[in-house]
């Protein structure tokens, strides 16, 4: 029996307001009970980073306040450390608008109606509310009562990469499923101030932000770019278990990421990719979505796997533009592979995350016209 191709037929994203790194470096190194040291590392770490902008939805690190302040007391520039439940509220609260309107834009690029949608399959990490997101997505974009659900929850920056599975899975069951799956993720409510520099480099990178992609086996309109879903496969690394962790503390979540993650990243990367490449030498697959995790992962990938900075370009240009969105991210960098202007041939392109564990899930997809 020969399965249905299954296709991502459009991927699109929602951000909060930007925040210029250079401000949020200010502030944190500003903090007080901050050692010398702490503040050095804090400078030397936000200026290493490859950010630009990264997106909040914390209005007071602008200097918007609802009432007494919550995250951050513009007034004295302090950043307060709220309870895990103040935190977790904020989530529910806040999560809502960006996933209904990276789905909304996701099926309008897509071609597709509300109706024509059978499953919804949300991810993330950075808080919990029931009913939740997918609850959230059926009833704001007006979804069938009857539409299928499954949420993605904790696992982290490779959160996207079961979803998709498990949008394939579906897909290949039901040729005429169209499955809408959508991450969002708000990293920045589980901000710390701490002079530990593990603490200091999670507070540097991560940020928040909501991606959507239609995946379906249905045919898309002749000449649409499509991703084909080729492969997809997971490994765990021999080392890593305590380099790289999510827990939830009695103030926020807490990030693990250790400065030994890149090094074990790139001792690994080859075995890793081994079960989706079988053989191909890794330079002759033309995109890369690398999960830029930092700065330091991406120089350890390019290194080990000889990739050009071409075909790293996607993975850099999100890290500067967005920072790291966990699960969300990997969609971003395949949104700007999916639409840049289409080879007369088909193409590969290999998709990359990392996350606790330490896990390494992969996607091997062919990009060209439908």
């Not at 400078?43 to 918007?64: C, F, K, N, P, Q």
């Not at 997971?234 to 999510?246: F, K, N, P, R, S």
């Not at 080859?270 to 979505?289: F, S």
């Not at 999100?318 to 700007?336: D, H, K, P, Q, W």
Request: aromatic fraction near 4%; charged fraction near 20%; include cysteine.
């Amino acid at each position: 029996m020969t399965l249905p191709r299954v296709a991502i037929r459009s991927i699109e994203t929602a951000v909060p307001r930007p925040m210029p790194q250079p401000v949020l470096r200010d502030l944190m190194a500003a903090q007080p009970g901050l050692s010398p040291l702490a503040r050095r590392l804090v400078r030397t770490v936000y200026d290493a980073s490859a950010i630009d902008t990264r997106h909040t939805v914390i209005d007071e690190l602008d200097g918007v306040t609802h009432g007494a302040p919550l995250f951050v007391d513009p007034g004295r520039a302090l950043v307060l450390a709220p309870p895990t439940g103040a935190r977790n509220a904020a989530y529910a609260r806040l999560s809502r608008d960006l996933l209904v309107e990276a789905g909304r834009r996701a099926l309008k690029a897509a071609g597709l109606e509300a109706s024509d949608v059978s499953h919804v399959v949300t991810v993330s990490c950075t808080g919990f509310f029931a009913p939740g997101p997918d609850y959230v997505l059926v009833r704001e974009l007006g979804l069938r009562p009857s539409t299928r659900r499954l949420h993605v929850g904790f696992m982290g920056c490779y959160g996207v990469f079961p979803a998709l599975r498990a949008a394939r899975s579906t897909c290949e069951a039901e040729p005429d499923a169209v499955v809408l799956v959508v991450s969002v993720e708000l990293c920045t409510l589980h901000l710390h101030v701490a002079d530990d520099p593990d603490t200091i480099v999670s507070s540097s990178v991560f940020a928040d932000g909501a991606a959507a992609a239609v995946v379906t086996a249905r045919p898309a309109p002749a000449g649409e770019p499509i991703l084909t879903i080729d492969a997809l496969e997971t490994v765990l690394t021999e080392q890593g278990e305590q380099d790289m962790a999510w827990t939830i503390g009695d103030h926020g979540f807490d990030m693990v990421l250790s400065s030994y993650v890149p090094r074990i990243i790139e001792g690994d990367i080859h075995a890793a990719l081994e079960p989706l490449l079988e053989g191909r030498p890794a330079a002759q697959i033309e995109h890369w979505a690398v999960h830029p995790g930092g700065r330091a992962i991406l120089d350890r990938v390019q290194g080990a796997l000889g990739l050009s900075d071409e075909q790293l370009a996607p993975s850099r240009e999100v890290l500067r533009g967005y920072g790291n969105m966990s699960s969300a991210t990997v969609l971003f960098i395949l949104r700007e592979i999916l639409y840049a202007p289409l080879p007369p041939t088909p193409a590969r392109v290999a998709a990359v995350a990392f996350g606790p564990g330490l896990t390494v899930e992969t996607a091997l997809l062919t990009r060209g016209a439908a």
